[in-house]
Each structure stands twice: as structure tokens, then as C-alpha cells.
């Protein structure tokens, strides 16, 4: 009796517990994962300053944005339809982000590009290593409490210096854009380390949508408050605006 008791004990657990290769899977499938999306991100923001003229790379964010809301509900792709959603999500994002660099004439060079993929793909791998350690409370209240207080830093100081450096110098403005990329990658992590119900993929391609809106209007707004200072303000007659405010009678040129 005993022994039947005990098989029957094990077979229960086994059926209420899952295997230990599939206990935690979604992590490590979330990194190539996020990778892709970093890569597709700056690729489209590459694209957006060099082929979209002015500020239309904003509003053409929204063509890549309905495409990803409709993969997202063609239920006959399969899973297939969260990653190419996340994809064009993160392509729209990076058109949006274009946008503040075209519109402005900032010149915007892969060295500085090259920068912030490096710096998201790193960020990325370290974000897999802390979730492999979410697992007690405890554990869970150091780590976001760490990240929180680092990504907010992190973010506070790169847009201090976006603000009080030149805007031709434009490595700051892009690691904001870069940084606000990758922590909605970040946050994932942590997200799926502790939810494992919800397929990770439908999670993220759900979210992917405010991150695209998010980023649309953050480059919308520096856009405004950027573009509210180049009027023509000259303390002279004669002030001819498309010329850098060439004052004629004195012949000297002033800007404010």
C-alpha cells in the first residue's frame, strides 16, 4: 500500500509541477528577442534621417504602427504575428525618433549610432543576468529598487546634458531616445521572470505599441520646444532671417 500511495504522490507532483527545462524559459527566449528589436529600432532610425525629409518621418511612424496592429490580431500567423507586431512597433519607434534629427539638420552619424546599439545590446545582456536572479521577494525588491533609482538617474542626466550642450552635439539626445528604448526591454525582463502564465509574446507586442506612441510624442514635443527658438531676433533693421540675420546697416550679424 505504501508503495502505490508514494507513486501515486509522485505522479500528482508531477502533473502540478513542470518540468525544470520549462520552468522558466521566457528570459532567455526574450533576449534574441529584444535584440532584434534594438536592431530594427536603429535601423529605422538610420533610414528615417537619411530617405524622409523635415519632420514627415513623425507622422510616417504611424504607417509601420498600423501595420503592427493589425499582425497583432491576424490569429492565422500564429505566434509569428507578436514578433513581426514588435518588429514594426520598434520601427515606428525609430522613424519617430528621425524625426528630431531631420527636422533640426542635426547631423546625425553612425558613430554615434554605433554607440547606442552598443550600449543597449550590453544593458540588454545584463538585464537577462538580473532576471535570472528575480526569484525571492527580497531578491526582487533590491533589483528593482537598484534599476529604478539607476535608470531614472541614468535618464535625468543624459537629459540635462541633451539641454545644456549645443544641439549639434546630438549623442545625448540620442542616448534618451535610446535609453527610453531599451528600458521598456528591461522592465520586460523582470516581467516575464515572474509571469508565467501570460505568453511573453503577446505581452510584449501588446506594450511595444505604447512604447512607439511614447517615443512619437516625446520627439514631438522637443520638436516644439526646439523649433520656438529659431525665430529671427535681431536688435537691427534690415534683419534678413534666411541669412542668419544679416543686419545691414551695420553690417554685423546678431542672434538671440
Not at 532567455?28 to 529584444?34: C, W
Not at 532610425?45 to 504607417?63: D, E, H
Not at 529604478?148 to 549645443?166: K, S
Request: hydrophobic residues 50%; aromatic residues 12%.
Amino acid at each position: 500500500m505504501s508503495i502505490l500511495f508514494s507513486n501515486r504522490r509522485k505522479q500528482e507532483e508531477m502533473h502540478r509541477t513542470p518540468p525544470p527545462n520549462d520552468a522558466q524559459p521566457q528570459p532567455a527566449a526574450l533576449l534574441p528577442y529584444a535584440a532584434a528589436a534594438i536592431l530594427m529600432y536603429t535601423a529605422a532610425l538610420w533610414l528615417g534621417y537619411t530617405y524622409i525629409p523635415a519632420w514627415y518621418a513623425l507622422p510616417a511612424a504611424a504607417f509601420p504602427l498600423c501595420i503592427a496592429l493589425i499582425l497583432h490580431n491576424v490569429t492565422s500567423l500564429g505566434t509569428w504575428r507578436y514578433t513581426l507586431s514588435v518588429l514594426m512597433n520598434a520601427a515606428a519607434t525609430g522613424l519617430a525618433a528621425s524625426a528630431y534629427f531631420r527636422a533640426l539638420a542635426l547631423p546625425l552619424l553612425l558613430e554615434p549610432l554605433a554607440y547606442g546599439v552598443g550600449m543597449m545590446l550590453l544593458l540588454l545582456i545584463v538585464a537577462y543576468l538580473l532576471a535570472g536572479r528575480f526569484d525571492t521577494p527580497k531578491q526582487q525588491g533590491i533589483i528593482s529598487t537598484i534599476s529604478l533609482i539607476l535608470f531614472l538617474g541614468a535618464l535625468i542626466t543624459l537629459i540635462v546634458l541633451w539641454c545644456t550642450h549645443p544641439r549639434e552635439d546630438i549623442l545625448y539626445a540620442l542616448l534618451t531616445f535610446d535609453l527610453i528604448f531599451f528600458g521598456f526591454y528591461y522592465l520586460a525582463f523582470f516581467i516575464v521572470a515572474t509571469d508565467e502564465e501570460n505568453d511573453f509574446r503577446r505581452l510584449i507586442s501588446f506594450w511595444s505599441f505604447s512604447l512607439a506612441l511614447s517615443v512619437a510624442a516625446i520627439a514631438g514635443i522637443a520638436l516644439l520646444i526646439a523649433g520656438g527658438g529659431d525665430g529671427c531676433d535681431c536688435d537691427c533693421d534690415g534683419c534678413d532671417c534666411l541669412d542668419g540675420c544679416d543686419c545691414l546697416p551695420s553690417g554685423k550679424k546678431k542672434k538671440k
